[in-house]
């Protein structure tokens, strides 16, 4: 049974820091691609950061230089560190992990959730 246990959220002033991390279980971790989503009330869920299997990493613009995306594979972790936070931070932040397949739809999994508030 897949699990991702997502931690580390909470409630910051602007300009301040948390680090979000994600436990996974039941999966072969190192060949899966990781990512943090977020979805904040009235909107979409989007991708904040993204790390491939082999490291590669990607960033929304709006935390690009503020959040940084990692993963520990002896550890079976992925965390986003955030850093500057602003108010437009503020969202529930989601684990993502996913690999594509030779035949037939990607394999994906969520976490359940974790809530981060930023305020003014």
């Known amino acids: 049974q897949v699990q991702l246990v997502e931690s580390g959220g909470g409630l910051v002033q602007a300009g301040g820091s948390l680090r979000l991390s994600c436990a996974a279980s039941g999966i072969t971790f190192s060949i899966y691609n990781m990512g943090w989503y977020r979805q904040a009330p009235g909107n979409q869920r989007e991708l904040v950061a993204a790390i491939t299997s082999g490291g590669t990493t990607n960033y929304v613009d709006s935390v690009k230089g503020r959040f940084t995306i990692s993963r520990d594979t002896a550890e079976n972790t992925v965390y986003l560190q955030m850093n500057s936070l602003k108010p437009e931070d503020t969202a529930v932040y989601y684990c993502?992990?996913?690999?594509?397949?030779?035949?037939?739809?990607?394999?994906?999994?969520w976490g359940q959730g974790t809530q981060v508030t930023v305020s003014s």
């Open positions: 993502n992990v996913q690999r594509m397949r030779v035949v037939g739809p990607r394999v994906q999994y």
